[in-house]
């Protein structure tokens, strides 16, 4: 390793996202998923909206969750074990979306190549 590099704190992230992607034929499964998630957290979980065609820099049709860095441990440890056959993009909120999307995002699932240019 470098001995210039410069680590950040995990104080940098304000909040995470996890975007659950879906298709024409996942689509009530992932409207399931959805309810089955507004069940569990209520409202300590923000959901987004319902995309139903690729939006910003995600391929696939997705929902947005929500969270603090206090309930990353729950909401993640949760969508390890129950995604099913669902592919999770996971990424925090430093400021710097760029870079939360390409440099520090987690997939679990199956991982897809985002449309970086809709952040630059």
């Known amino acids: 390793m470098n001995s210039d590099t410069t680590f950040r704190d995990s104080s940098a ?3 995470w996202h996890a975007h659950i992607y879906f298709d024409a034929a996942s689509r009530d499964a992932a409207w399931t998923f959805r309810e089955q998630i507004a069940a569990r957290w209520g409202d300590e979980l923000q959901i987004g909206r319902f995309h139903e065609r690729p939006v ?3 391929p696939m049709w997705s929902y947005q969750l929500a969270f603090t860095q206090a309930q990353f441990a729950d909401v993640v440890g949760w969508l390890t074990l129950n995604h099913g056959e ?3 993009f996971l990424h925090p909120n430093t400021g710097d979306a760029l870079r ?3 440099d520090a995002a ?3 699932g199956r991982s897809y190549e985002l449309v970086l240019k809709a952040l630059m």
């Open 100 to 102: 939360d999307h390409r």
């Open 56 to 58: 910003g820099p995600h």
């Open 13 to 15: 992230i304000e909040s």
């Open 86 to 88: 669902f592919d999770v």
């Open 106 to 108: 987690v997939w679990i």
